[in-house]
């Protein structure tokens, strides 16, 4: 089981060239690819924060179409929720005082739960939690 962390979700979400390619290794990936509710509200936020310049006029037409299309993205993934299981784990990590930041700390407490690999960038933080396995799959 993969679990895309937000930046190789965000990757495919542009429809950047590394987004295609990663893609096309997910399609050949024997194993599943997610995406964490967690991912699914920072992609949220990042959108709340292009769209409040434009909430009361009639410019961002093009902001709004993107926004659209990124909606219409979260249909073509299961969504992976936060449960007490995930909320348990991330107590005990966050008592680990790991320096890892809060969001980071959430998908990897959904990884643990589902003993999922979470491809991402940003291997140095989720390196610090223990038993965690993750890969980059862009650089």
Same mark, same amino acid.
């Given at each position: 089981?993969?679990?895309?962390?937000?930046?190789?979700?965000?990757?495919?979400?542009?429809?950047?060239?590394?987004?295609?390619?990663?893609?096309?290794?997910? $399609?050949?990936?024997e194993d599943?690819?997610?995406?964490?509710?967690?991912?699914?509200?920072?992609?949220?936020?990042? /959108?709340?924060?292009?769209?409040?310049?434009?909430?009361?006029?009639?410019?961002?037409?093009?902001?709004?179409?993107?926004?659209?299309?990124?909606?219409?993205?979260?249909?073509? /993934?299961?969504?992976?929720? /936060?449960?007490?299981?995930?909320?348990?784990?991330?107590?005990?990590?966050?008592?680990? $005082?790991?320096?890892?930041?809060?969001?980071?700390?959430?998908?990897?407490?959904?990884?643990?739960?589902?003993?999922?690999?979470?491809?991402? $960038?940003?291997?140095?933080?989720?390196?610090?939690?223990?038993?965690?396995?993750?890969?980059? /799959?862009?650089?």
């Amino acid at each position: 089981m993969l679990i895309l962390d937000t930046n190789h979700y965000s990757e495919i979400e542009r429809r950047s060239r590394p987004g295609q390619l990663l893609e096309e290794r997910l $399609r050949a990936a024997e194993d599943e690819a997610f995406i964490t509710i967690i991912t699914s509200e920072e992609v949220l936020k990042g /959108w709340m924060a292009v769209l409040q310049p434009h909430r009361h006029q009639d410019h961002g037409v093009r902001a709004y179409a993107d926004f659209h299309h990124s909606l219409d993205g979260f249909r073509d /993934w299961f969504i992976l929720p /936060w449960s007490e299981d995930s909320a348990a784990i991330y107590a005990r990590l966050k008592g680990s $005082r790991l320096h890892v930041g809060t969001k980071d700390l959430c998908i990897a407490s959904i990884a643990l739960e589902y003993e999922a690999t979470i491809l991402t $960038r940003n291997i140095a933080d989720f390196a610090k939690v223990s038993g965690l396995k993750v890969e980059n /799959w862009l650089d």
